[in-house]
């Protein structure tokens, strides 16, 4: 009968929505942990000697590897020049190339896709802006003969000698 004063029970959740709200509380623990996991600083790694003592942080190698990797890289340019396998406008291409990947694999400045005003705005190293602006743009994009890229090769030494 329509409009009879009975009442009706409240409607009855099953043990599945529990569980439901259960689970996204588990995941949102879980992602909040991975969110602080991730993102903390890393210890330093340190080297262990024969004798049981600890030696200068891993990284600290790591980088004066990079330095001498990239000064022997160097180097082979100087000698592809000397070879005149390299002309002097691609050999100070080169190491304009090679310098900008130095300092984004040292210090992660993503050099080899910034110009040099952009470089210059950034306020990166005297070593790095005086190497690009007095020996590789010059000789990369000014008419005319290319600057002696033996000078070229000193100001990327300067630069992965000094880079900090």
């Known amino acids: ?18 569980l439901l709200a259960f689970g996204i509380l588990v ?9 602080v996991a991730l993102t903390r600083p890393r210890r330093s790694l340190t080297l262990l000697d024969p004798s ?5 942080p891993l990284t600290v190698d790591v980088l004066s590897q990079l330095r001498l990797e990239y000064l022997d890289r ?17 050999a100070n291409y080169e190491l304009s190339k090679l310098v900008r990947t130095f300092v984004n694999e040292y210090s992660g400045l993503e050099a080899p896709v910034l ?17 690009m602006s007095r020996h590789y743009y010059p000789s990369i994009f000014r008419q005319g003969p290319a600057i002696d890229p033996l000078a070229g090769t000193e100001a990327a030494r300067t630069v992965v000698r000094t880079w900090h």
């Open 74 to 90: 160097i180097q082979l340019i100087e000698d592809d020049y000397r070879g005149r396998r390299l002309s002097a406008r691609n």
């Open 1 to 18: 009968m329509p409009g009879s004063d009975e009442l009706y029970p409240p409607a009855q959740y099953t043990g599945w929505w529990m």
């Open 52 to 56: 049981g003592g600890s030696t200068a």
């Open 115 to 131: 110009a040099l005003d952009d470089l210059v705005a950034r306020g990166v190293h005297p070593a790095l802006i005086d190497a």
């Open 27 to 35: 995941l949102l623990v879980a992602a909040a942990w991975l969110v």
